[in-house]
């Protein structure tokens, strides 16, 4: 019997060092292992205000991705084209050396001729169908567009609908802009509408206009409410049109090989962010266009409404020559017609 417990001890002690020797080397492993993955950091560049519609709708982008990502993405904003102008921002994104930016699509025919669906003037006159279709089929092939580039376009968000402004008189009919300096974005369809008015379009980048309107070199520039608002336009330029010429949509995007590289998890906080941001951006930008007649005049701009059918017949031939440039589906989806 004292035998029998006695090889029974052994056993159970040399079954006990071999389960200890398995132990060890997971364990050895487990200590070689980084603790706490390195955190992402995602910069976003833009050319607008902190305080703009963009800056408002990326700090929703920002807690809501911190939040979903468990922290594991850092996400900082840098407004006020700190990281370049939108053409840069947009290459930058493609190339790697910026995560992210949001833009107007102003630029974005550059990079690919499908967004030019936007730029024809008064195409977009409902805000609502405008969502429909930039979040349905056609918005995400467009949105496809740039991922040759290194792109991923995540969505479009909003930056308005733009009104022009100018020093000398108030712009009542498409007339009154003949003659005038008027800068654009870096668009062909714009530059070709401003042209037809009789205007001499200037194209430049967003981070020059302010100084350029400052020293007259140029006479007037268009944009939304909210950008004259933020950008303090109005402390260089005494007269708005509420003419609502174009829709500016925008588009915030990420580098796409960086996104393709993060885990399962960290994608989809960064869609479900993204989303939840764009919503909260869009009704933002669009309730602010009913209070921002009230405050702009309080600034000291003179407020001018239009017939916006003048305007609309007045600069129609630019679309004899950029239909037959455009995908006729995407226009149908966009206007019914
Ligand atoms: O993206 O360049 C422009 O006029 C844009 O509307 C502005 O920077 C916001």
Redesign the pocket.
């Known amino acids: 019997m004292k035998k029998f417990i006695g090889c029974l001890l052994i056993i159970v002690l040399l079954l006990s060092l071999t389960a200890c020797s398995n132990q060890k080397p997971a364990e050895q492993s487990k200590q070689e292992e980084p603790k706490v993955a390195e955190k992402i950091v995602l910069r976003i560049g833009m ?2 205000e902190a305080d703009s519609h963009y800056g408002k709708g990326l700090l929703q982008f920002k807690e809501k991705l911190e939040k979903y990502s468990e922290n594991k993405v850092a996400v900082k904003i840098f407004p006020s084209s700190q990281l370049g102008n ?1 053409r840069d921002l947009i290459e930058g994104v493609g190339a790697g050396t910026i995560e992210m930016c949001i ?2 699509t ?1 630029p974005l025919p550059n990079f690919s001729s499908n967004f030019m669906l936007f730029d024809l003037p008064f195409i977009v006159t409902d805000r609502q169908k405008a969502y429909q279709v930039m979040d349905g089929s056609v918005g995400q092939e467009i949105l496809a567009t740039l991922e040759p580039k290194g792109i991923k376009a995540l969505g479009f968000w909003e ?1 308005g609908f733009r009104n022009i402004t100018n020093n000398k008189a108030p712009i009542v009919h498409p007339a009154d802009v003949k003659g005038m300096k008027i800068r654009t ?1 870096e668009n062909p369809v714009h530059i070709e509408t401003f042209k037809l008015l009789g205007a001499y379009p200037t194209p430049m980048a ?1 981070g020059e206009v302010f100084t350029s309107l400052q020293q007259g070199t140029i006479d007037g520039q268009e ?1 939304p409410l909210v ?1 004259l608002d933020t950008a303090k336009v109005y402390e260089v330029q005494k007269h708005v049109s509420l003419t609502g010429h174009f829709y ?1 949509p ?1 588009v915030i995007m990420i580098n796409k090989k960086l996104l393709d590289g993060f885990p399962k998890d960290i994608q989809e906080a960064v869609f479900k962010a993204e989303k939840e941001a764009r919503e909260w951006e869009r009704n933002y930008s669009s309730e602010l266009d009913k209070s921002l007649v009230k405050a702009l005049t309080e600034k000291g701009m003179v407020v001018t409404e239009v017939d916006k059918m003048e305007w609309q017949q007045a600069v129609s031939p630019v679309y004899d020559k950029y239909l037959g440039k455009i995908n006729p589906e995407y226009i149908k989806a966009l206007t019914g017609k």
């Open positions: 050319t607008a939108e833009s107007s102003g930056n974005m967003w944009n950008i500016s925008s």
